[in-house]
Every structure is written in structure tokens, then in C-alpha cells.
């Protein structure tokens, strides 16, 4: 990793206003005696990963069985072995359409969507027996149609690493692809109620039986917006205004863009009652254009401007009124109004720190346990200890996303990448923080463990999109013999950057050790030697 | 389900979470330690490309080779000349990519007429000096000339 000291240095003297500071320790500080480990693609690496991740899926569900007294039977490992057949074809087209790709986050994935899954269908489990006792019908399982979204999602996934073979193209379509979210995203605010709303919040289109949320395909689309728009951008927001505590603020007309977000942002908290969305929109921007300007006022100034907005909101807007009240005192009406919550610190005070294991629990007690409140559920039954390990995993999705932005060579990627990390990790935070009370409680699904279509979906087009920027990252310049498959047809978007950047030395440079780079990752022309 | 056997599935499972954890956090410290942007050369494959060069050309024999960059935050930094022109600035379809506060977006172009290269001024802010005078327009580089951008020196390298 970059040392912080060098990348400082390194930000003052030859960046200054305008550089990205990430660009540049990327080629400075990672010149280390033992390159040659990047070739190696580790993809078998990957692979076991998965597999073991199918092993402590497996051993959940089996616990889960158990647990609630079901028969164990061969069905149990035959699920297993199709949840590992479904991610292993997700592995091939890793191998396939990206072999460079970072071989840590899909198997986090995988692992925390298997646990979900065991969840769900536990869950499933004592919904169905309450409604046995109270003579009710058995509502539907959660967990098949769960199944059905991970496929889907699965497939799209696959879609995507196929057709996008070079995560530049996505820049050509940053403004459409701003549209498109910011209707995504408004959408459910102007549709009658009936349509978009559920328990309050409007995020949904709900046609027919199967229901959408818009905001989480929205994410994605804005964060490919941001990252295009601040590489065209970005003198924009590195002009330098006054200084301020050691803070280089920006002048007042700049402050435009992010005065529009904002007030996007408050749009969504105030006609669709959703501080989840909403907070996670602002939540995108702002971090994306602090790791584009390296200016900390930015922060600042949007936290200070948010805070102000969600105040107001909290004033005027009954809901958000009700949810800070919660949040405020989460025992003030454990009947009716707190119920959820207080359910839910119950569930995780009842869990401790070991859990009272998987399926010996009582997580279906807290409303919507298996989409908004999974972290209790997880939380009840596996304990602080397990909780902490789910939350590690998420780190590591994230924070491989950013190593990805360090490493990738342009800037698209690099603030793709990154805002893509963010995107997750403000999710996870937003759902984390509001089920233990750290901030108002918002409707927002885990990703990849809550039951929920739309975020499962869109949580692996994600994926997906950050295997795809490691792997231009990853990918050694001596590699080209062998060119992703069907990638010729994207052109870089001038001939002229065909040419080919080679390191032959550099001050500093352990052995005099010729390495060669292309500019910003562009593919070369083929080479004689094969990697594998 | 037996207590003990409860209580041990539990704690086993949890020892398997955290195992896979583990797991995955060292292969990200084997990671670490490997290049993050900079990628791995086979050293002596530069000939293999000769194919790309003009075949009338002879691979260059008597013009020049590659452009190095010797001073500058990319010191050190190669191109191979194959007769194509070279984009020199600050944006990202640049053929170098400049980090220096004194370049422009599009800042110059060296490109190839003849046997001979010459660069180019695009109107950048601070201009183009090749050795010390600045160029105004398109002026022809002799190999071994500094040709500097801002805080970058640049050579042509037979």
C-alpha cells in the first residue's frame, strides 16, 4: 500500500492543485522488489475462496436444520453443491472475461449472499411455523424466490463483464447514464403511492407482483455520472478559495454541482421519506469528489450542508420525525411506534457475543427481519463475534474496490473504482448504523445478504464492475499475446494512445528492474510471449 | 438438538467465519507486496515488435527509437517510437500523460515527417521549449535535445 508519508510528499511537490493525489503513488510507491507476483492471475485462488465459502454456506444451512429439528437429509448437500455450481459459473466468466480480477471479492460476496440466504430461509422457517400454530397458510419461501434474484443477478453480472470490455467506454455514456439515474432515483417520488410506496417509504415501482427499487440501480448509474463528470470536471472543484484552518475552501460559485446534489438529496428525504437514499446519494458525491480533489473542505461543507437539510426535514416531515424519535429513544414505545427497533437491539442483546447459534434463535420476532433488520437477525444468532466477521467481509469488498482506484492508471477507473468502494461501504454503514441505533433507522437492504431483488441485482452489476476495473488494474502489460477476448473492437478514443509507455528506470528502482507500463492501461499491440 | 453438541456446531462455526476471513485477508497481504500499478516486463522483448514499424523504415535505423522522459514526476518513463505521432499533456487519451502543474490538457505533439521528428506547440499555456527556445512552430527535434513541458525534460533516444 502507499505509505501515507511518500504519497503526501509526493501530493505537495509534483501534484499540487488539479492531480489527483491517487494517481501519482500508484507508479511511485509501488515499485517493490517482487513485481512479479502480479502476473500471476489467481484465479485458482478465487476458486478455493468460493469453495470454501460453499462449505460454510453449507454448514449454516446444516446447523439451521438442525437446529429447528428438520430432517437432515442429502437435499441440504445438494443445495450446497448448487450454490456452488451457480457461483462457480460466475467464477468461469471471471476467468473468462476478466482473468486479472481481484480473486478476494467475489468469494466475500458469495459467502455473505450464502449466509443471507441461510437466513432468509430460516426465517422462512418460523414464518412458517407461526402461521401453522395460528392456522394460517404457509406464506410463500422467501428464500426460492431469493434464489431466483441471485441467478438473475448472477446472469447480469456475467452480461456485464462480457459486454463491458474496457470500463473507459462507460465515460462516453457518463451524462446519459446521469439521466437515467437521476430518473431512476426521482421516479418513485412523482408515481401514485399505490405504485411506490411500502411502509412508508417511496422508493419502489411495484407493477404487477414483483417490486423494484430503482435507487439501488440509481447508485450505480450516478457513481459511472460522477466519476466522467469529474474527470472532465475537475479544475472545477480545485480552484482555490480562501484558506480557513489549514482548509482550502472553495469559492462560492463553485460550489454549484454540489449545491444540485444537495438539493437532490433533500428531494429524496422529503417526497420519498427516505433518509437511506437519501444519504447514500449525498453520501456517493461527496466522497467522490474528495478523493478527486483531496480537499477536505469539500467534506466539510457537504456534511455541514446535509446536516442542515436533514434538520429541516426532521422539522417539516412527520415520518422523518417518527424515526428520529426511534432513534432518539428506541424504548420510548416498544409496543407500536419502536417496536421494530427495540425488537431488533433485543435480538442482538439476546445473541451476545457467540449467538445463541444458527436456528436456535428467535430473529423472526423483528418486522422485516429478513430484508432491513438481517443484521440483528445475523446479529442474534451468530453473535458479535460473527457480526464483526459479516462486517469484515464488507470491509474487504470495499477496500479492495480502493486498492483498485489506487492501482488502475486513469482517472476514470481510479474514481470509478473508488466510488464504487464507497457506494458499498456508505450502504453497509447506512443499514449497520440503523439497526444499532447509531443513526435514524432507514428501509435500506444489506447489500447481498437482505432478501430484496433490486439490491442484489444491482450489488453484483457492482461486482461486477469493480472486477472489471482490477482487472485492468492487474493486468501485466506482457499479457497482450493474449488480448480479452473480443476486445478489439473497442478503440482506445484516439489512435495516438496506442503507443506504449515502458519504465526502463527509475531512481529508486530495486535492481534496475525493467518494468513497463502502458498509458493508463491501454491495451498494446500483441506481443510474442504468452503468460499462460 | 443436545446442548453440547449445540454449543460446539456454534463455536465451530464461527471459527469456520473467521477462518475464511483469514483466509482472504492473506491473499490480500500477499497482495500487498506485489505491484499494484506497475506490471511486470519479460526484459529483451523489445525486437518483437519491430512487425509494428514501418517495414520502409528499416525499424528506424537511422531516426530515432523511443522518447525518455529524464526529469520531471515521470523520469524514467519510455516510449517506443513507431512512427505514430505522440500526444504530450495532461489529458487522459494522451499518449504520456503529464502530472505537472505546467502543462496544458493537450499541450504539444511530436510526430514524424520523413526520417525526421518534430514537435509541436498545441497552444498550450506555458509553452513548449525545445533546449531553450520555445517553440512556436512545428521544429525539428535532433535526437539527444531536451524538449522541456513544464517540470518534464524529454529526449529522443536513437
Sequence with gaps: ?532 | MPELVLQLTRAAFLALLWLFVFAALRVVRSDLYAASGLRAAVPGRRPSKGGAAKPGRGGGRSGPKALIVTAGALAGTRIALDGRPIMLGRADDSTLVLDDDYASTRHARISQSGDDWYVEDLGSTNGTYLDRNKVSGPTKVPPGTPIRIGKTVIELRT
Design chain 1, 1 to 532: 500500500m502507499v505509505r501515507p508519508a511518500q504519497a503526501s510528499r509526493a501530493g505537495r511537490t509534483t501534484g499540487g492543485p488539479g492531480v489527483n493525489p491517487a494517481e501519482m503513488p500508484a507508479d511511485r510507491t509501488a515499485l517493490r522488489p517482487v513485481v512479479a507476483a502480479a502476473v500471476s492471475t489467481r484465479r485458482g485462488i478465487e476458486l478455493l475462496l468460493l469453495a470454501f465459502a460453499a462449505v460454510i454456506t453449507t454448514g449454516a444451512l446444516v446447523l439451521v436444520e438442525a437446529n429447528q429439528n428438520q430432517e437432515l437429509t442429502l437435499t441440504l448437500l445438494y443445495l450446497g453443491l448448487a450454490y456452488l455450481a451457480l457461483f462457480a459459473a460466475a467464477h468461469v466468466a471471471v476467468r473468462r472475461f476478466a482473468p486479472y480480477a481481484d480473486p478476494v471479492i467475489l468469494p466475500c460476496a458469495a459467502l455473505l449472499n450464502g449466509l443471507g440466504l441461510v437466513m432468509i430461509h430460516r426465517i422462512d422457517l418460523a414464518k412458517a411455523a407461526n402461521a401453522l400454530a395460528r392456522g394460517n397458510p404457509v406464506p410463500d419461501a422467501d428464500a426460492l424466490r431469493q434464489i431466483a434474484w441471485l441467478t438473475l443477478g448472477l446472469v447480469l453480472f456475467v452480461v456485464v463483464l462480457w459486454r463491458v470490455r474496457d470500463h473507459r467506454t462507460l465515460a462516453r455514456y457518463g451524462y446519459t447514464a446521469g439521466f437515467v439515474g437521476l430518473v431512476l432515483l426521482g421516479l418513485p417520488a412523482v408515481l401514485p403511492s399505490a405504485l411506490s410506496e411500502v411502509n412508508g417509504a417511496k422508493i419502489w415501482i411495484r407493477v404487477g407482483g414483483v417490486g423494484i427499487q430503482p435507487g439501488e440501480f440509481a447508485k450505480i448509474l450516478l457513481t459511472v455520472f460522477f466519476a466522467s463528470f469529474l474527470v472532465a470536471k475537475r479544475d472545477l472543484f480545485t480552484t482555490a478559495g480562501k484558506h480557513v484552518l489549514g482548509m482550502t475552501f472553495p469559492r462560492p460559485r463553485d460550489l454549484a454541482p454540489l449545491l444540485i446534489a444537495w438539493v437532490v438529496a433533500m428531494g429524496v428525504l422529503v417526497f420519498e421519506s427516505d433518509l437511506g437514499t437519501s444519504l447514500m446519494f449525498f453520501g456517493i458525491v461527496l466522497s467522490m469528489i474528495y478523493v478527486a480533489t483531496e480537499r477536505s473542505s469539500w467534506v466539510l461543507i457537504g456534511l455541514v450542508i446535509f446536516g442542515a437539510g436533514a434538520f429541516a426535514a426532521w422539522t417539516f416531515v412527520d415520518r422523518v420525525q417518527v424515526r428520529v424519535a426511534a432513534w432518539l429513544d428506541p424504548l420510548s414505545d416498544p409496543a407500536s411506534a419502536t417496536y421494530q427497533v427495540s425488537q431488533g437491539l433485543f435480538g442482538m442483546a439476546t445473541g451476545g457475543m457467540l449467538g445463541t447459534g444458527l436456528g436456535a434463535g428467535r430473529p423472526d420476532l423483528v418486522p422485516l427481519s429478513s430484508t432491513d433488520f438481517i443484521f440483528t437477525s445475523m446479529g442474534e444468532e451468530t453473535g458479535l463475534i460473527g457480526l464483526m466477521a459479516l462486517l469484515l467481509l464488507y470491509c474487504l469488498i470495499s477496500t479492495r474496490a480502493l486498492r483498485t482506484a489506487l492501482a488502475v492508471r486513469d482517472t476514470f477507473g481510479k474514481l470509478l473504482a473508488a466510488g464504487l468502494g464507497f457506494t458499498l461501504a456508505i450502504q453497509v454503514f447506512v443499514v449497520a448504523g440503523g439497526v444499532i441505533g447509531l443513526i435514524p433507522n432507514t428501509g435500506q437492504a444489506a447489500p447481498f445478504m437482505s432478501y430484496g431483488g433490486s439490491s442484489l441485482v444491482a450489488n453484483y452489476v457492482l461486482v461486477a464492475l469493480v472486477l472489471r476495473v482490477s482487472d485492468a488494474a492487474r493486468r501485466p502489460a506482457s499479457d497482450k499475446s493474449r488480448p480479452e477476448p473480443g476486445a478489439a473492437p473497442t478503440p482506445p478514443r484516439t489512435p495516438l494512445a496506442e503507443a506504449h509507455t515502458e519504465m526502463v528506470s527509475r531512481s529508486g528502482a530495486a535492481g534496475g528492474a525493467e518494468v513497463d507500463t502502458p498509458p493508463h492501461g491501454q491495451p498494446t499491440p500483441p506481443r510474442g510471449r504468452s503468460r499462460e
